[in-house]
């Protein structure tokens, strides 16, 4: 039952969302079930995959997923995960649980900032959707651009198995124009390309552990997020932010809190 609850509360969290679940996935895992980072990161990553994957059908319904956009992004992640990955299985558990303690307080911080105030966006000539074509204008600062936050979130999926919707969610709303039902849909779908990706790649190096728990708390997670995409509109974002802000502040000190002891 402990398996499914986390597994839910994961799913829903991604669809209100489109972040945010992700960075949870690990510690519902090292905290709720006791496993070691380097044993949760794979069963969060698939957890994420099939979550965002059901999630994305919403957007590809709607017509709003940025196909060129995801695919960029996803390419450069499968490239930096499989680094972050190798990377993960030298450092020691201690340093990857502060690290990713110490990333979910950054993240903490700029929700709880966010929730006061809209978003910001920054419009410049990259990543700008054309008003008549509906398409982004692409160009080469727009590809480098998503190049380097596909870089970077696909570095956190393969490091600490989140699955970089707290990168790519706010990267897009601060270089584009694009919606924000868009943007979340967008996210989505990269979140499940470069987590699946990930996954593969754990499970031939004989890294992915499909106990009947991690399957109890996938299966949990994929009925969060079916749950959740009823009613993600109906939430107030602030309200959202503020929450997943004080959820992600306590479960970071709780990891501090186990790496110091």
């Known amino acids: 039952?402990?398996?499914?609850?986390?597994?839910a509360l994961i799913g829903l969290i991604l669809a209100l969302t489109g972040a945010g679940g992700g960075i949870l996935a690990v510690p519902a895992l090292t905290l709720g079930l006791?496993?070691?980072i380097v044993q949760a990161s794979p069963v969060a990553l698939l957890t994420v995959a099939c979550a965002a994957a059901i999630g994305m059908l919403g957007g590809l319904r709607q017509g709003v997923v940025r196909f060129r956009a995801a695919i960029l992004i996803s390419v450069a992640g499968i490239i930096a995960?499989?680094?972050g990955q190798r990377l993960a299985h030298i450092l020691p558990e201690r340093w990857l649980t502060g690290l990713f303690a110490c990333v979910m307080l950054i993240v903490a911080v700029r929700l709880f900032r966010l929730s006061g105030r809209p978003s910001t966006r920054i419009v410049r000539p990259t990543c700008i959707v054309n008003t008549t074509t509906g398409r982004i204008n692409w160009n080469v600062i727009s590809f480098l651009k998503l190049c380097v936050i596909g870089?970077?979130?696909?570095?956190?999926?393969?490091?600490?198995?989140?699955?970089?919707?707290f990168i790519i969610v706010?990267?897009?709303?601060?270089?584009?124009?694009?919606?924000?039902?868009?943007?979340?849909?967008?996210?989505?779908?990269?979140?499940?390309?470069?987590?699946?990706?990930?996954?593969?790649s754990a499970s031939t190096t004989g890294n992915l552990n499909l106990s009947e728990p991690a399957l109890l708390f996938i299966?949990?997670?994929?009925?969060?997020?079916?749950?959740?995409?009823?009613?993600?509109?109906k939430?107030?974002?602030?309200?959202l932010q503020n929450a997943l802000s004080i959820l992600l502040t306590g479960v970071a000190l709780a990891m501090l809190y186990r790496t110091m002891h």
């Open 219 to 233: 299966c949990g997670a994929a009925g969060g997020m079916l749950l959740g995409r009823s009613f993600a509109a």
């Open 151 to 165: 870089l970077i979130s696909g570095l956190s999926t393969g490091l600490l198995g989140v699955g970089g919707g």
């Open 1 to 7: 039952m402990l398996a499914i609850v986390l597994g």
């Open 81 to 83: 995960a499989s680094f």
């Open 34 to 36: 006791g496993w070691s």
């Open 170 to 200: 706010p990267a897009l709303i601060r270089c584009s124009n694009i919606a924000m039902n868009g943007i979340i849909a967008t996210s989505l779908m990269v979140i499940a390309l470069v987590s699946a990706g990930a996954v593969i």
């Open 235 to 239: 939430v107030p974002a602030a309200l």
